[in-house]
């Protein structure tokens, strides 16, 4: 609560101030982006699947999990479904990579820089020193520019594919265009609950 009183607006002080915990807080003691690569041969027993938090962990500030454990089941229903293939576990367990790809390539490739980072994620190249530049300038400019904040909102939330970020209206604002001033005052109103 003290730290809502210093954003500079009363908007979500007042809504923590009406709201009711549903449980107490809780903090993580385990913030790693850990991927274990079951996709490669000899990586795992035969009939073995890995999914969910046995195949990736995230950093829980990105709120990634569950929206990727369940990207991940449907992933395995349809490798299991596909009458064309047979569902060996070295395919499935690479459709349930691909599955999970996006969440960790945000989460890992946003903790890279952090102390402490270890592993092949660190493995940076031209490619990502390009990719780390635009995303820099993403996060400069979603403040202040709806188009571009609406991409990388749904981005990050799982809901567009990475691509969004490049289509051309936000690669212009992106590449051409200046950051937009943050707004003083949300961009919409909070639907009021029943009594106020």
């Avoid at 007042?14 to 107490?24: G, T």
């Avoid at 459709?95 to 946003?110: F, K």
């Avoid at 493995?123 to 400019?141: H, K, M, N």
């Avoid at 051309?168 to 005052?185: H, I």
Wanted: hydrophobic residues 40%; charged residues 20%; glycine residues 8%.
């Amino acid at each position: 609560m003290a730290y809502t009183r210093r954003l500079g607006h009363p908007l979500l002080d007042r809504w923590l101030m009406d709201a009711e915990p549903l449980s107490a807080a809780m903090g993580y003691r385990r913030t790693t982006n850990v991927r274990c690569r079951y996709d490669l041969p000899g990586r795992r027993p035969a009939g073995f699947l890995a999914i969910g938090d046995a195949l990736c962990t995230f950093n829980p500030i990105y709120g990634q999990s569950m929206s990727s454990a369940a990207m991940s089941a449907v992933a395995l229903g349809e490798a299991l479904a596909d009458r064309r293939r047979t569902p060996t576990t070295r395919r499935v367990q690479r459709a349930l990579l691909t599955a999970s790809r996006q969440a960790w390539d945000i989460s890992a490739g946003a903790d890279r820089p952090m102390s402490g980072a270890i592993g092949t994620a660190l493995d940076g190249g031209p490619v990502d020193r390009v990719a780390g530049w635009y995303l820099r300038r993403v996060q400069e400019r979603s403040p202040g520019d709806p188009v571009v904040g609406r991409a990388f909102r749904a981005v990050l939330t799982l809901s567009e594919p990475v691509t969004a970020l490049l289509v051309p209206p936000v690669a212009r604002a992106v590449l051409f265009g200046p950051p937009a001033p943050t707004p003083a005052e949300p961009h919409e109103a909070p639907e009021q609950r029943p009594g106020d």
